[in-house]
T-cell receptor
Framework: DAGVTQSPTHLIKTRGQQVTLRCSPK?????VSWYQQALGQGPQFIFQ???????QRGNFPDRFSGHQFPNYSSELNVNALLLGDSALYLC???????????????FGEGSWLTVV | AQKITQTQPGMFVQEKEAVTLDCTYD???????LFWYKQPSSGEMIFLIY??????QNATEGRYSLNFQKARKSANLVISASQLGDSAMYFC??????????FGKGTTLSVSS
């Protein structure tokens, strides 16, 4: 049973560029959430996608956008990169139907983004 | 607003000893879920244990147990018989509005031989 997979694992971008991060949820899960974790901090919720629509959004600017595909996989796009966007980006998958139980929220290994 | 507080930036323990990592939370919701995750230096967030607000029994998963005191709004993680591989960052989190996890700042656990 494949867990949550994310790509790429590491990447370096220049200020002003755009980046796309990808996530495939755990088998059987239909909901994908994205989190940003700055160094030394806890993860911060960016947004959640369900049925190919943004279901909820955290306190992040419009430069952060996303997409969910029919196979439940998801992309996180960040435009006009700033130095402060350097962070670990984590994808979490869950299943709306089974509710908020611990067995339904799993994270991937994350994508380390460095903006120079 | 919902909030998670972890007051221990770092904890040190010797192998085979038990350790308690503190977590307090603030919410006005009656129904909520509390989680603990382990994050090694590789970055992956590993699920450890979950406690629902209506669960009457404290959750246990192998060497991990959650000491849930609802009236005090605390959800402390207890790791029994610590192992060297337990050295990592530990995060307490609460599910907000059924969608977003709100995380604390984490506690770094160091296990020595």
């Amino acid at each position: 049973d494949a867990g949550v997979t994310q790509s790429p694992t590491h990447l370096i971008k220049t200020r002003g560029q755009q980046v796309t991060l990808r996530c495939s949820p755990k088998s059987g899960h239909d909901t994908v959430s994205w989190y940003q974790q700055a160094l030394g901090q806890g993860p911060q919720f960016i947004f959640q996608y369900y049925e190919e629509e943004e279901r909820q959004r955290g306190n992040f600017p419009d430069r952060f956008s996303g997409h969910q595909f029919p196979n439940y996989s998801s992309e996180l796009n960040v435009n006009a990169l700033l130095l402060g966007d350097s962070a670990l980006y984590l994808c979490a998958s869950s299943s709306i139907g089974t509710g908020p139980t611990g067995n339904t929220i799993y994270f991937g290994e994350g994508s380390w983004l460095t903006v120079v | 607003a919902q909030k998670i507080t972890q007051t221990q930036p770092g904890m040190f323990v010797q192998e085979k000893e038990a350790v308690t990592l503190d977590c307090t939370y603030d919410t006005s919701d009656q129904s909520y879920g509390l989680f603990w995750y382990k994050q090694p230096s590789s970055g992956e967030m590993i699920f450890l244990i979950y406690q629902g607000s209506y669960d009457e029994q404290n959750a246990t998963e192998g060497r991990y147990s959650l000491n849930f005191q609802k009236a005090r709004k605390s959800a402390n993680l207890v790791i029994s018989a610590s192992q060297l591989g337990d050295s990592a960052m530990y995060f307490c989190a609460m599910l907000q509005a059924g969608t977003a996890l709100i995380f604390g700042k984490g506690t770094t656990l160091s296990v020595s031989s």
